[in-house]
Structures are given as structure tokens and as C-alpha cells.
């Protein structure tokens, strides 16, 4: 079974901080991706990635910045925590197919900044 | 304009109706199109893909009308198990999954 691991559940942090949500993926896929997912706004990206070290700008990147250094490895990173970025962040992979790309996403982490 | 646009409803129905959702999606070049299903407090998954020429999974038939830019996902006999969020997802090119807001079906007894 592809499994696609988010390192948290649920966190809480301050306004300000510097957030690292981690994924890891284990089925050695291409792409990886970063949505939130708010009640009537549904799942929006921020960033995808196709390879490593490579990135692109999802629908709402502002506020937020990615890392992938290794394959299997997509981190979002929240510069400077705001309270408008309290949400549902789910992490997905999807093997490199241009026509079926099917996404497994991450349990999710629920962020909370206050 | 949203990419993709669904009734975000909800759809009450009784066990064993039948029923049906649209999505519209308004990017022309969209090559694929999936419903994925999503439980409460749950990551969504891989319902279906949705074929050209129409495809059927047991209760479950999805359709795709390129020249109106809308697909379709129909359940007959429904369940209560198959009480969740419907959501359609268009594959814009590259990969890009654009996810539409979600259609929520709940199935009483």
C-alpha cells in the first residue's frame, strides 16, 4: 500500500514562528504536493513539486515555502506563522503519469496559529 | 471563475435512491478527471477516474461531456456507508490537480 506520512497530527503555534510540516512518501513518487483545506474554499494548493529540488506555485503560495531534497521528502515551511493560516494541510503524491496521475494523500495536519 | 465548480449541497437522500452530482470545470485543456471521496476528518481518496467514454464501478457511473466541460458521478441504491464528500478533481496539465469544493451526500435510513 502507497502510504504517505504527514509528521503531525495537530499543532498549535504562535504568531510569528517558524512552522516546518514535514511528508514522506514511500512508493518513490514523482510528485508530491502541498493543499490546505478550509470549510467552503475546499482544497487549494500552495506548492507542488515534480523532482527534487524542483518546485512550482500552487494557487495560494504567499506566506509559505517548500523544500525537497530528496524524493521522498516534501516539507512546507510557514516563514513567519499567521492567524490566517489556520487550517487543514494535506500532503499527496502521485507517480509520473501524464494522463492517471491518482494522488494518495498524507492523514493531514491540523495547524493552529494563535 | 473557479477551475471547477460543484453544488456543495447538501444532498439528503433515503438508502436505496438514486443520485446524482455535476461538476463544471472551465479550463478546456483539461486532460483527466477523477472523484475522489472523502470521509469526515479523513484524507480523500481515489473514488473513480473518469473515462471519455464513460465508465461504471458497481453502484457507481461517472460520465464526461467535453463539449459542455462537465462530468458526472450517479449512485444508485445508495448506502449509508456512502454518506461522505464528493469531490471532482481535474487533471490541468502537468499534473496540476485542481480539487473542486466538494458535494456532501448524506444517506439516512
Known amino acids: 500500500d502507497v502510504k504517505v506520512t504527514q509528521s503531525s497530527r495537530y499543532l498549535v503555534k504562535r504568531t510569528g514562528e517558524k512552522v516546518f510540516l514535514e511528508c514522506v512518501q514511500d512508493m518513490d513518487h514523482e510528485n508530491m504536493f502541498w493543499y490546505r483545506q478550509d470549510p467552503g474554499l475546499g482544497l487549494r494548493l500552495i506548492y507542488f513539486?515534480?523532482?527534487?529540488?524542483?518546485?512550482e506555485k500552487g494557487d495560494i503560495p504567499e506566506g509559505y515555502s517548500v523544500s525537497r531534497e530528496k524524493k521522498e521528502r516534501f516539507s512546507l515551511i510557514l516563514e513567519s506563522a499567521s492567524t490566517n493560516q489556520t487550517s487543514m494541510y494535506l500532503c499527496a503524491s502521485s507517480p509520473l503519469d501524464q494522463w492517471l496521475p491518482e494522488a494518495f494523500f498524507g492523514q493531514g495536519t491540523r495547524l493552529t496559529v494563535v | 471563475r473557479k477551475e471547477v465548480e460543484q453544488d456543495p449541497g447538501p444532498f439528503n437522500v433515503p438508502e436505496g435512491a438514486t443520485v446524482a452530482f455535476n461538476c463544471t470545470y472551465s479550463n478546456s485543456a483539461s486532460q483527466s478527471f477523477f472523484w475522489y471521496r472523502q470521509d469526515c476528518r479523513k484524507e480523500p481518496k481515489l473514488l473513480m477516474s473518469?473515462?471519455?467514454s464513460g465508465n461504471e464501478d458497481g453502484r457507481f457511473t461517472a460520465q464526461l461531456n467535453r463539449a459542455s466541460q462537465y462530468i458526472s458521478l450517479l449512485i444508485r441504491d445508495s448506502k449509508l456507508s456512502d454518506s461522505a464528500t464528493y469531490l471532482c478533481?481535474?487533471?490541468?496539465?502537468?499534473?496540476?490537480?485542481?480539487f473542486g469544493t466538494g458535494t456532501r451526500l448524506l444517506v439516512s435510513p
Open positions: 478533481v481535474v487533471n490541468t496539465g502537468f499534473q496540476k490537480l485542481v
Open positions: 513539486s515534480y523532482d527534487v529540488k524542483m518546485k
Open positions: 473518469v473515462y471519455s
